[in-house]
């Protein structure tokens, strides 16, 4: 019999939404699914249009984009606590890198759509989100950055 899974306490003890008042909590409640995603499995390729930000609540992703030529560029791995998905709230909203499952992955699934109605609604609440959010890209382009020099070398 499998574990029934309270998405509101998941909310309030993730890193991304701990610090969001209880009444936000309590709607992003209502735009959130728990999902469940195999090792191995690909959550979203680069470039789709994907519609959904998710929450890691354990598991680890693997990020990846393509190189020309090169193939597939790992650049990254992500785990519990951390956000995938930042695209789906930034015009044009497709994915900057595709995600694949290292291992079995539960996450919390949330409607990017409405959690932009959401922002709109309530500016104080919008500019938390994207500060959160610009501080994941920050950290992603740095992580993808560093990798490429550990490959490629950083003399100049």
Do not use: C
């Amino acid at each position: 019999m499998e574990q029934q899974v309270d998405v509101l306490t998941l909310l309030r003890d993730h890193p991304f939404t701990r610090d969001f008042p209880e009444e936000k909590v309590g709607e992003l409640a209502r735009i959130t699914k728990v999902v469940r995603f195999t090792a191995g499995q690909r959550i979203f390729e680069e470039g789709e249009i994907h519609r959904r930000l998710y929450l890691i609540v354990y598991g680890r992703v693997a990020l990846y984009f393509y190189i020309p030529g090169k193939g597939e560029f790992r650049y990254e791995t992500i785990s519990s606590g951390e956000v995938l998905g930042w695209s789906s709230l930034v015009e044009p909203y497709k994915k900057a890198s595709g995600a694949v499952t290292v291992e079995n992955t539960l996450a919390l699934s949330l409607d990017s759509e409405k959690l932009m109605r959401m922002m709109e609604e309530d500016a104080q609440f919008g500019y938390k989100v994207y500060q959160k959010l610009v501080r994941i890209v920050a950290d992603r382009l740095r992580a993808a950055r560093m990798r490429l020099i550990d490959i490629y070398g950083g003399g100049g």
